[in-house]
């Protein structure tokens, strides 16, 4: 609550600049009002003339909104598009073909600079490569790359032919991977020898063997290989393929498919509170829509910029502000493979200097990692840098605290640069509340107010709006282009799940909890409202990390929490009943060291549990639920003071408090 308290109590207040106010597509705040009124007057009627301004359609559409399958709605229905055609072939046909659409730098530091004309050969000859493989339209393609050229091709290629991508994060486990390509039911997977990071080589491609011996993916007939390294990997003929080799086969042009706007672009799955990952499946209208339309407003973005967003490909972050929005808004932007702290800590700000970086988008957690590392090393300070290239800041995955705002502000922005606080989720497409940088005035830990057209709200357990000043369940009321379509193959659960019955199912449930301020209306994020943890901006749910630490043979039981942490948000915290006794000093140390690396391997290195703690058994209620209340008490040191005379063995309390 601390946290939430000191973005309650924030009285600073930042304008934007006259000149931010002047030169800003939505210039200062009576526009953005003008936008939301216009939205509110002719809700299809905006929708429509934006989805004409900002994209280019094969077939327009006549239809906007379709509420008749409420809540599966579709929009622009009759309309065809083709993403790609939109993200290459359009600036190349206005004449932009030599402007650089990507500046790949690689974790060693080289530079390659990728124009939009040789973007669109390239993802042309991969498309004829995938047809080549045998697939087709409506097919499902897993891509699980390195941050590379390669992926954003992979990416666009498979929206060239209409085939629907699902991105695996490149950290996850083999496990995961197969569970995911099992569930999409993939055909084709396309990944790398080896990734490189800080330094190190990490298989992919051994990984990926793995994942597809775990039997479920008998569908998958090709493999197909990005070389990054030249490691060594073990190869299975007639499935695995080498892109570049496959590549070069082929011509340099390829015809976009025009697909349907509800088409789905792709499917990527996200945690929630149950133990299997959804798929969330996006459209392609819609979403491209909103992906380009909030480049422009939330980053203001113009054709002189430069556009670096730090997040990897695997996450729906990378999707619509690195391999999407910029693209069909067509913009210059840097895609960096490596980690913020190799060679150094200074490796963000070093980047932001060498490629004169305009618009920076980064997360919280990196934030505060790097203010630790600039604090005991002043050479690594973004101080020690020419950082006078940058015009606008932007946070996006986990609230800000204010203190790591200001840092951002004062020392990144140079006082200068508005910092947008985007809140949105895989499920929107795209940035939901968000300051626009020409209008908003800031205060540090607020995301401030909704976008034009999304009608967000915060309300009651029975879906009655609250009044300012009250905390509540953060609703959206009317649905949105960008919006999630359904999850992947259950239907049941994207309704039960973001239009809840007790909330009168027509609201989308965000899944968090938020209050707006009493006078402004401004909206603060107070974290997730069901079992799902945000750890370093990643999405983690309690019951994943419970189900993977139970099908450990040693494990008979396991509680998972979240405790506040300073660098990473969250941290994740696991309460373990062992099948044999409770281990007690260098057994016990030794055990949890075992049962991290096991959670490693069943979910990713992402969502090891940072704190184990071993007990003879939950703290449970008579009827044995597990007091979670509790267990989350316990995880942040506290000492006990609710009531406990429910729970069935208080005894257990001191042995669970105890770290090792
Ligand atoms: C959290 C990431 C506070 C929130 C784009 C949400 C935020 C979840 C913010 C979605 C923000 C995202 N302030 N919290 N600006 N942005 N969140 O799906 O809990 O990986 O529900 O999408 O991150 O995470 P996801």
Redesign the pocket.
């Known amino acids: 609550m601390s946290a939430i308290e000191s973005v309650l109590h924030e009285r600073r207040v930042f304008a934007p600049s006259a000149q931010a106010v002047a030169d800003a597509t939505v210039s200062g705040m009576d526009a953005y009002k003008a936008l939301c009124a216009e939205a509110e007057r002719d809700y299809e009627g905006f929708w429509a003339r934006l989805a004409r301004e900002t994209l280019a359609w094969h077939k327009p559409f006549t239809k906007v909104l379709d509420e008749s399958k409420a809540p599966f709605y579709t929009w622009f229905e009759d309309g065809e598009l083709n993403a790609s055609y939109n993200s290459l072939d359009r600036h190349v046909e206005a004449g932009n073909g030599e402007r650089v659409a990507l500046v790949f730098e690689a974790d060693d530091g080289t530079v390659t600079n990728v124009t939009y004309r040789d973007l669109l050969a390239r993802v042309s000859r991969f498309a004829n490569a995938l047809k080549q493989r045998g697939v087709k339209k409506g097919d499902r393609v897993v891509i699980y790359m390195p941050m590379s050229i390669e992926g954003i091709v992979a990416m666009q290629a498979c929206a060239r032919i209409g085939a629907t991508h699902s991105v695996v994060f490149g950290g996850f486990s083999s496990k995961s991977l197969n569970e995911r390509m099992v569930d999409v039911g993939a055909v084709a997977l396309v990944t790398a020898d080896e990734q490189m990071r800080g330094g190190k080589a990490l298989p992919l491609k051994n990984i990926a063997d793995e994942a597809l011996a775990m039997g479920g993916c008998d569908a998958v007939h090709s493999v197909i290989v990005y070389r990054r390294t030249g490691g060594k990997v073990a190869w299975t003929e007639g499935r695995d393929h080498w892109m570049h080799e496959l590549s070069q086969a082929q011509s340099e042009t390829c015809a976009p498919e025009p697909v349907g706007a509800e088409h789905p672009l792709f499917i990527l799955y996200?945690s929630g509170s149950t133990g299997k990952p959804k798929g969330v499946q996006h459209s392609t209208g819609g979403y491209l829509l909103w992906a380009a339309q909030t480049l422009k407003w939330t980053f203001d973005w113009k054709p002189t910029d430069v556009f670096w967003c730090t997040a990897d490909i695997g996450?729906?972050?990378g999707h619509s502000y690195i391999a999407y929005g910029p693209l069909t808004v067509g913009a210059t932007q840097v895609v960096f493979e490596g980690v913020p702290t190799y060679p150094n800590a200074g490796r963000f700000w070093q980047m932001i200097e060498k490629h004169k970086v305009t618009l920076f988008y980064t997360a919280p957690t990196a934030i505060r990692s790097l203010i630790k590392a600039s604090e005991a090393d002043a050479k690594v300070h973004p101080k020690s840098y020419d950082l006078s290239s940058l015009r606008i800041l932007g946070?996006?995955?986990?609230?800000?605290n204010p203190e790591a705002w200001i840092w951002y502000y004062e020392n990144v922005g140079g006082k200068r640069c508005p910092i947008v606080?985007?809140?949105?989720?895989?499920?929107?497409g795209g940035h939901m509340?968000?300051p626009l940088p020409g209008a908003t005035p800031l205060v540090p830990g607020s995301?401030t107010l909704p976008l034009p057209g999304i009608m967000a709200a915060i309300v009651d357990e029975t879906g009655q709006d609250v009044p300012n000043g009250q905390g509540g369940i953060l609703v959206v009321k009317r649905p949105w282009p960008a919006m999630i379509r359904n999850v992947w193959g259950q239907p049941e659960r994207y309704q039960s799940g973001y239009f809840p019955a007790e909330l009168g199912g027509t609201l989308y449930l965000?899944?968090?909890g938020s209050v707006r301020d009493k006078d402004s209306g401004y909206f603060t994020?107070m974290?997730?409202i069901d079992d799902?943890l945000?750890v370093s901006?990643?999405?983690l749910g309690t019951m994943e990390i419970e189900s993977a630490l139970v099908a450990n043979p040693l494990v008979a039981e396991a509680a998972v929490v979240g405790r506040p942490d300073d660098t990473t948000g969250e941290a994740v915290v696991a309460f373990v009943v062992l099948k044999a006794t409770r281990p007690q000093g260098d057994e016990a140390v030794k055990l949890a060291n075992d049962l991290r690396a096991w959670v490693g391997k069943e979910i990713g290195p992402i969502a090891k549990p940072k704190d184990i703690r071993f007990g003879e058994n939950l703290p449970k209620t008579r009827s044995g639920k597990i007091m979670r209340r509790l267990l989350r008490s316990l995880a942040k040191g506290e000492a006990i003071t609710q009531d406990v005379s429910t729970l069935e063995n208080p005894a257990i309390l001191d042995q669970l408090g105890e770290s090792l």
């Open positions: 996200t996450w729906i972050t946070t996006v995955g986990e609230p800000i606080d985007t809140w949105w989720q895989t499920e929107t509340i968000t995301c965000a899944g968090d994020i974290g997730r799902v945000n901006g990643h999405r």
